[in-house]
């Protein structure tokens, strides 16, 4: 099944973009990074896809025959046949390289023997989410980090501010208080941590758990503006940021010293230099570190003056 925006191809966003993640046994997965590597590179597609025995993660950019080329291939392997991916578009080529990485696990979170595959939570299509977060017997958690809490998130939903996934199930144990209400709602960028989180939950001894099915990314993509529960905009892992309501690009730019998003407002800070700091690291960089961000930021001027893209950007 494919989860497709149905947004035509226009020369404001010629480029597609394709989430995709699949929970399977793939004893073989080592095997196929070469090929998918390969396969990639031919057809213009960049991004990264993480593989592991578990299955495969990742998102991937380029024009619409390369990505249709690399799903096909995706599919046509037994253990990605069911796989399903959801698309936007990127007025911009969203990354900068392709990567196919072999991986312990395809989302982090640190525990063995917790398996998507055999216990998983209940999933909410994005037209009932409302519903269920707006019921007084729920909890709503937000599984994601506090970089991209920090743009945008549900009305009412808890944020346990985690800097990476690891942390998510030590936040759980801590907060005794989740077990006060019956219902517990998770969700996350696309989906795939709440695989694993819910699944972690149900480990816990919790019993209603659900996740919203898609993602974020699915919810902006079909819930209207005027119907939606969400305040802000959705943090995405390539160039473009974020993205908001009808997956429309957002506005808001990286700190390419420490990877937080940043708004406008933030960018007239006395503390923002682009590629330097911003006002979430200024404090934590010496002026050692800004020096040499600056020499970075300087040879990055050099590549776009030339035409071209430095590598670390």
Not at 204 to 216: A, N, R, S, T
Request: hydrophobic share 30%; charged share 25%.
């Amino acid at each position: 099944m494919t989860d497709t925006l149905t947004q035509p191809t226009s020369v404001a966003s010629p480029f597609l973009v394709a989430a995709l993640y699949h929970f399977v046994s793939v004893p073989r997965f080592e095997s196929l990074r070469e090929p998918l590597q390969a396969l990639c590179e031919t057809n213009g597609v960049k991004g990264t896809l993480l593989l592991a025995h578990e299955g495969i993660n990742g998102t991937i950019g380029g024009p619409d025959d390369g990505i249709r080329t690399v799903l096909a291939y995706l599919r046509a392997q037994p253990e990605f046949a069911g796989l399903e991916h959801k698309e936007s578009r990127a007025s911009k080529m969203p990354f900068l390289r392709m990567k196919v990485k072999l991986k312990k696990e395809i989302v982090t979170i640190g525990i063995e023997n917790i398996d998507p595959n055999k216990v998983v939570g209940t999933y909410v299509a994005p037209q009932d989410w409302n519903t269920l977060i707006s019921d007084p017997d729920t909890i709503v958690i937000d599984t994601r980090n506090d970089y991209e809490t920090a743009i945008g998130t549900f009305r009412g939903a808890l944020d346990p501010k985690t800097k990476t996934f690891r942390e998510f199930p030590e936040w759980v144990r801590q907060n005794t208080g989740l077990h006060n209400k019956p219902k517990i709602a998770m969700y996350c960028t696309g989906g795939i941590r709440c695989e694993k989180a819910t699944a972690f939950m149900k480990d816990q001894g919790f019993d209603e758990v659900y996740h919203l099915k898609g993602g974020i990314l699915k919810y902006l993509e079909e819930v209207p503006r005027e119907e939606s529960l969400w305040d802000g905009a959705c943090f995405v892992f390539d160039e473009r940021v974020s993205v908001e309501h009808g997956l429309k690009e957002g506005e808001h730019k990286l700190c390419h010293a420490c990877r937080n998003p940043i708004t406008s407002e933030e960018i007239t800070s006395p503390h923002y230099e682009e590629g330097v700091s911003c006002s979430h690291c200024y404090g934590t960089r010496s002026e050692e570190d800004r020096l040499r961000y600056r020499q970075r930021q300087h040879q990055i001027a050099l590549a776009r003056r030339r035409g071209q893209k430095h590598i670390g950007t």
